[in-house]
């Protein structure tokens, strides 16, 4: 079974901190994305990346960045977390070049206060 | 008007009873139809998956897409207590590295 592995399951951060939220997996999957879900607001993705030091924005980019140094592990940085980044964030990844079977990690609830 | 809108719910069933969630969306480019089951505290998983128009069945899950209509559907036949859990519709062009278009999702709750 493909398994996606997010670092955290919860994490608290003060405001202003920078956050480093990790996702590694482990079927030499091509593609590997960020979304965040939120009540009432669903999920939204972030950024995604389809090859290694590859990135491209997503629908809500602003206030995050990516990298992907390895095939198998996709980071999403908070540069200086804010309250409105308070989320449930999802890893996921595909494979090959159509992404309508998605494999998500189980997710890291932050809350920045 | 929003490119994919889904009943924000939340449902509740009795066991046993047939539950239908359903899609509509705007966009004419969207030829793969998606259902993802997210289980409380995990990330969502791939539950249906059909491409253009038609019906889809595996067990006891029908999936339908209408394209003329731009609605997609997901029926539930004897609905278990284990079938609770928020449902995602999601839908794509086809072309390679498309993006998915999520809906919000909807709760459902089988009481046994």
């Known amino acids: 079974d493909v398994k996606v592995t997010q670092s955290s399951r919860y994490l608290v951060k003060r405001t202003g901190e920078k956050v480093f939220l990790e996702c590694v997996q482990d079927m030499d999957h091509e593609n590997m994305f960020w979304y965040r879900q939120d009540p009432g607001l669903g999920l939204r993705l972030i950024y995604f990346?389809?090859?290694?030091?590859?990135?491209e924005k997503g629908d809500i980019p602003e206030g995050y960045s990516v990298s992907r140094e390895k095939k198998e592990r996709f980071s999403l940085i908070l540069e200086s977390a804010s309250t409105n980044q308070t989320s449930m964030y999802l890893c996921?990844?595909?494979?090959?070049?159509?992404?309508?079977?998605?494999?998500f990690g189980s997710g890291t609830q932050l809350s920045v206060l | 008007q929003k490119e994919v809108e889904q009943d924000p719910g939340p449902l509740s069933v009795p066991e046993g009873a047939i539950v239908s969630l359903n899609c509509t969306y705007s966009?004419?480019?969207?030829?793969?139809f998606m259902w993802y089951r997210q289980y409380s505290r995990k990330g969502p998983e791939l539950l249906m998956y059909t491409y253009s128009s038609g019906n889809k069945e595996d067990g006891r899950f029908t999936a339908q897409v209408d394209k003329s209509s731009k609605y997609i559907s997901l029926f539930i036949r004897d609905s278990q207590p284990s079938d609770s859990a928020t449902y995602l519709c999601a839908m794509s062009p086809s072309g390679a590295n498309s993006k998915l278009t999520f809906g919000k999702g909807i709760t459902l709750s089988v009481r046994p």
């Open positions: 966009n004419s480019a969207f030829q793969y």
């Open positions: 990346s389809y090859d290694v030091k590859m990135k």
């Open positions: 996921a990844s595909s494979f090959g070049l159509s992404n309508e079977k998605l494999f």
